[in-house]
């Protein structure tokens, strides 16, 4: 990989919406940082919590055509150490929208507002019936939540 197309770290202006993330002392690891399985969970709780706020997202519905979100793939770049009791903001966008699948990319930024993200990756929700568990499409209420991040 040469320099040119090494990722590299973002402003908070390249994204739409943005959730606080709360640092426990447990997120730290041995080497004094945040552990970086905790940046995954970290991206899963602002954007599942996004969409629960908006009402594109009810965990508890067992109704007929309730839908949920499978990761199906996951990456993270890291370019600075993000640690406890360090206050944490996590930046939101769409890259894209497919008929039955979302892919969101998340940012993590240190509280300071000035600096870039510590860290960006993205994921990728396949939406699936909750009974069936088969690809079905995005609902209208989950897609005019998707175009305000877009």
């Known amino acids: 990989m040469t320099s040119s197309t090494r990722p590299q770290a973002e402003p908070r202006s390249a994204y739409k919406v943005f959730r606080d ?3 426990r002392w447990s997120d730290n690891d041995v080497y004094g940082h945040i552990n970086n399985v905790v940046y995954y969970s970290w991206f899963d709780t602002a954007v599942n919590g996004l969409l629960i706020e908006r009402g594109a997202l009810d965990l508890h ?9 499978l990761v199906v793939e996951t990456q993270c770049n890291y370019f600075a150490p993000l640690t406890f009791p360090e206050p944490v903001v996590a930046g939101i966008r769409v890259a894209h929208i497919g008929s039955s699948s979302v892919r969101y990319e998340v940012a993590l930024f240190p509280g300071d507002e000035d600096q870039p993200c510590a860290a960006k990756g993205h994921f ?8 069936t568990r088969r690809p079905a499409p995005l609902l209208p209420q ?9």
Do not use: C
Request: hydrophobic letters at 45%.
């Open 61 to 69: 519905s067992t109704k007929p055509g309730s839908m949920i979100g």
């Open 21 to 23: 993330i709360g640092t």
């Open 124 to 131: 990728v929700h396949v939406y699936v019936d909750r009974a």
């Open 142 to 150: 989950l897609l005019a939540v998707l175009e305000t991040l877009t």
